[in-house]
């Protein structure tokens, strides 16, 4: 464990805690990252309380359970001492994210992006990033409108999230939508 406390807007959480489960301490959390493998290896890891207090903690065991992950946690032994984690969010920092495949990219990472048109028009910077099935979708602001722009090669033609930057290459109309 370090003993360099980050920053906690340097903190990705990969879980949040929902509730106690059973009576030893364990806890039930949502799991809030693409990679749900990575608990399995998961030593120790950042609690960010829901009043933005952090504090490192010794991850004794965890397993995932019916599409969420329980979490022993030491020093947390019976369900009083459990239920102070409800709402707790688990983080890691940026340098334990797993690594991606090419033309990937973490959500954080394309949040506050700014949208341009291959032609240099600014579009708006993305706000967020939806995931309805299909193609996620680019939920980009600017001007007083809101767009919708799937995040497909075709149409995200450059994607630069060091310089906080995707240009688009519209097909027609997706912009009047």
């Keep these: 464990m370090s003993d360099q406390r980050p920053a906690i807007d340097e903190l990705i959480s990969i879980a949040r805690i929902a509730r ?3 009576v030893r301490g364990e806890v039930i959390a ?9 608990f399995a290896k998961l030593h120790s890891a950042w609690m ?7 504090e490192q903690a010794r991850i004794e065991k965890a397993w995932l359970h019916k599409g969420r992950v329980v979490f022993k946690i030491a020093g947390f032994d019976d369900m009083t001492q459990a239920e102070a984690l409800r709402g707790v969010r688990v983080a890691i920092t940026s340098q334990e994210l797993a690594t991606l495949p090419p033309d990937t990219y973490y959500d954080f990472d394309l949040e506050g992006c700014e949208v341009l048109t291959v032609s240099g028009e600014t579009v708006g910077a993305v706000a967020a990033v939806e995931k309805h099935g299909g193609a996620p979708l680019l939920k980009v602001r600017g001007a007083g409108k809101e767009h919708l722009i799937p995040l497909v090669l075709s149409i995200c033609v450059e994607i630069d999230v060091a310089q906080k930057r995707i240009v688009i290459a519209p097909p027609e109309g997706l912009l009047e939508l």
């Design 30 to 38: 949502e799991i809030l990252t693409d990679f749900p493998e990575r």
């Design 48 to 54: 960010v309380s829901t009043n933005g207090e952090i």
């Design 20 to 22: 106690p489960q059973g």
